[in-house]
């Protein structure tokens, strides 16, 4: 694989910065790899990870004559960020994300991005609900997308290059505006994890009534939505916060599909019912043939994650 960049700094080192730094290290696409994070207890099982080169709890040290960075942390932080790293950023740098909201991580960072420091907003579709630079692996990003939220002045040398970082990672590139493409996640990914969190929610209540038979008794559909609900709470808090105007807006509709099917099951409605749950049954095989997960009995997850 050739060398991409000279130094790579990744500021964070959770679920996706980890994957990315075994992808790095896997394919040589650098020459050295700087990490940051303000743990000093997470930067240190990095190290013994050996994910990078050198370690440092200074974002603004890390950052120091970077030719690519990139911010991996919760969506609401992603603003201090900038701040701190932008006077030590070096002309001709990239800067991307990978924060799950694109018009806040812009309206944050933006302001703060010096004169000729090439900033592209990035959102990898790939994860799992587990968290900490234990949780990363090599290969996460195979044939995930990777969406781009470019400015209107970005460069298209420095997106070209950005481009081909990440198809070297085996992601699929695409382009979109920062307000379609939080109105996208909100539905295929936010909207999901509420409805997930909610649930389980309402089944932790429930402990109390039922003596524990919700967790002794799970079966898939409670299980899976458990998953889901795994996620790590600081992400999705700033995700709510942070894509609010398209999330309230997916959960109206959602509302109001969800009265709809109320009234088909108390009026006893079949054929509706039937029709629903097979629209739905198409989608999910629809999800399968385009290669975003396998037919196997645990969604393919133990394919896909060799830690899973």
Same mark, same amino acid.
């Given at each position: ?11 964070? #080192? ?12 896997? =394919?040589?696409? &650098? ?7 303000? =743990?000093?207890?997470?930067?240190? /099982? &990095? ?28 969506? $609401? =932080? ?27 991580? #812009? ?8 004169? $000729? ?5 990035? !959102? ?42 990440? =198809?070297?990672?085996?992601? /699929? #590139? ?15 990914? !936010?909207?999901?994890?509420?409805? &997930? ?25 409670? /299980?899976? %939505?458990?998953?889901? &609900? ?46 629903? %749950?097979?629209?739905? /049954? ?8 385009? $290669? ?17």
């Amino acid at each position: 694989m050739t060398v991409l960049f000279d130094r790579i700094a990744l500021i964070g #080192i959770g679920l996706i910065g980890s994957s990315i730094a075994r992808d790095i290290r896997e =394919s040589g696409l &650098a020459k050295e790899v700087v990490i940051s994070t303000r =743990s000093e207890a997470t930067l240190k /099982r &990095a190290e013994e990870l050996k994910l990078g080169d050198r370690y440092t709890v200074s974002a603004a040290e890390a950052v120091k004559d970077a030719d690519l960075v990139i911010v991996s942390v919760p969506v $609401g =932080s992603s603003g201090l960020v900038a701040e701190q790293i932008a006077p030590h950023l070096k002309p001709g740098a990239i800067l991307t994300d990978v924060g799950s909201t694109k018009a806040s991580v #812009i309206a944050q960072m933006a302001p703060h991005v010096p004169e $000729g420091v090439h900033f592209i907003p990035g !959102h990898p579709l790939a994860g799992t609900e587990k968290s900490g630079p234990d949780a990363g692996f090599a290969g996460l990003f195979k044939g995930r997308w990777c969406i781009f939220t470019p400015l209107p002045d970005t460069d298209p040398d420095a997106l070209a290059k950005l481009r081909d970082f990440w =198809s070297a990672l085996g992601s /699929r #590139i695409d382009e979109m505006d920062p307000l379609h493409h939080d109105k996208v996640l909100a539905i295929v990914s !936010h909207l999901p994890h509420i409805i &997930a969190y909610n649930i389980v929610g309402t089944a932790d209540d429930l402990e109390a009534v039922t003596e524990s038979e919700v967790i002794k008794y799970s079966a898939s559909g409670f /299980r899976d %939505f458990t998953r889901l &609900a795994a996620s790590d709470p600081t992400m999705w808090r700033d995700v709510c916060l942070h894509n609010k105007d398209a999330i309230l807006e997916m959960l109206a509709r959602f509302s109001e599909d969800l009265a709809s099917l109320q009234r088909s099951i108390r009026w006893g409605e079949g054929d509706k019912l039937f029709e629903l %749950f097979s629209r739905t /049954r198409t989608i999910r095989r629809s999800i399968v043939e385009a $290669g975003q997960d396998v037919d196997a009995p645990d969604f393919g997850r133990h394919a896909l994650d060799p830690k899973a």
